[in-house]
């Protein structure tokens, strides 16, 4: 079975720290995504790429960066995480826009 | 601006009814349509999708959802709700990227 996996379901961390957020799929797709997802908020995408080594801002890139050394993972960092930070993260895949995203189970951030 | 809205927040039925969950779309361009469903704790599954074709589309798990261009809609039903239903549901549209805009979310309750 095809999959996005991201490496922490649940994360506690402190205010200050640099956090990482691992996420792999090994579908081979060439688009890969973060997003955060909020209470009435919906999902806001962050970061996002079309091939490794390459990154696109998405709408609410600030306070994040990512990282994309190899196709199948695509890496989210909170430089100096906040706890406006706290938030599930939800990282996804795509072959084309026609396809639709596969999605991973997520990884709920509390920073403290 | 592109834009998806779902309309409500929250819906409750009771197990065995029909269900519909609306979505409205603003996009400039022919629109790719998704559902997606989430189920507590867990990351987004695709339910259905639309890019061509046949304006009513069948999913999983017994959905379907229709697309009218007139109305900028594509409204998800289900003839009999089941329990395990219960899940919040994200309408998404893309196009001519891979980039998807998800709207805020649908949290279906089902009572028995």
């Known amino acids: 079975d095809v999959k996005v996996t991201q490496s922490s379901r649940y994360l506690v961390k402190r205010t200050g720290e640099k956090v990482f957020l691992e996420c792999v799929q090994d579908?081979?797709?060439?688009?890969m995504f973060w997003y955060r997802q909020d209470p009435g908020l919906g999902l806001r995408l962050i970061y996002f790429?079309?091939?490794?080594?390459?990154?696109e801002k998405g709408d609410i890139p600030e306070g994040y960066s990512v990282s994309r050394e190899k196709k199948e993972r695509f890496s989210l960092i909170l430089e100096s995480a906040s706890t406006n930070q706290t938030s599930m993260y939800l990282c996804a895949s795509s072959s084309g826009q026609s396809n639709g995203y596969t999605f991973g189970s997520g990884t709920r951030l509390t920073v403290v | 601006a592109q834009s998806v809205t779902q309309p409500d927040i929250h819906i409750t039925v009771s197990e065995g009814a029909s269900l519909e969950l609306r979505c409205n779309y603003s996009y400039g361009a022919t629109p790719y349509l998704f559902w997606y469903v989430q189920s507590p704790g867990q990351g987004l599954q695709l339910l259905l999708k639309y890019f061509s074709g046949d304006t009513l589309v069948q999913g999983i798990k017994g959905f379907e959802a229709e697309f009218k261009r007139s109305q900028s809609s594509f409204n998800l039903r289900k003839p009999s709700v089941h329990w395990s239903d219960a899940a919040e549901y994200f309408c998404a549209v893309g196009g001519n990227t891979d980039k998807l805009i998800f709207g805020t979310g649908t949290r279906l309750q089902v009572f028995p």
């Open positions: 579908m081979d797709h060439e688009n």
């Open positions: 790429s079309y091939d490794v080594k390459m990154k």
